[in-house]
């Protein structure tokens, strides 16, 4: 699982409750700007086991923006994380899915993995827990990666998407867990 987090910082507490709860751990993709007002969030995350990446610093359609301007997010952002953990993050995830070359040179130059996510809950937009929980779980495989966002429809539906993985023998693991396998 991995969770853009731009906002939500009530909810992102019983995300990783609920997890932990099961041993999984997910991968939180942080926007810079969130991440700088809530550090407890971010430490407490680190420490509990979850994977910490990059999200942008400002939610920009990076796809749109120059070279400097993606070093830019994505170095801010970098910066602030660090701060906090005392770790470099290696994953980014371009909000809203938008990325150009310019992106991909940028992440390959700052040493960066971009990733995508292979399912999306549309959480943002549909917003309930039935909606969140069909598209988690439907045709789900391992290796997915399943996006989701801190609102509380999706953790309302999490027991049940978490329930519904461990029925089928799934563990729900860090992206990078994931891509090392």
């Known amino acids: 699982l991995m969770f853009n987090c731009y906002e939500g910082a009530d909810v992102i507490y019983e995300i990783a409750q609920t997890l932990e709860e ?31 990446g990059n999200h942008g610093f400002f939610h920009k359609d990076m796809g749109k923006i120059g070279y400097e ?7 801010n952002t970098h910066d602030v994380i660090k701060s906090m953990t005392g770790v470099d993050t290696v994953l980014f995830a371009p909000p809203s899915g938008d990325f150009s070359s310019t992106t991909i040179k940028a992440c390959r130059d700052l040493g960066y993995v971009m990733i995508m ?8 937009l549909d917003r309930t827990s039935k909606s969140v929980y069909n598209r988690a779980t439907k045709d789900v495989r ?16 999490l027991p049940k998407i978490l329930n519904k993985y461990i029925s089928e023998g799934m563990v729900v693991t860090t992206v990078s867990d994931c891509l090392s396998e």
């Open 22 to 52: 099961r041993n999984f751990r997910a991968t939180f993709f942080f926007g810079g700007c969130f991440a700088d007002d809530h550090p407890e969030i971010i430490k407490k995350l680190y420490e509990s086991g979850h994977e910490i």
């Open 69 to 75: 301007a993606n070093v830019t997010e994505m170095k």
């Open 117 to 124: 996510w292979s399912k999306d809950t549309v959480d943002w």
């Open 142 to 157: 391992g290796g997915d990666f399943v996006l989701m966002h801190p609102f509380s429809h999706t953790l309302e539906a």
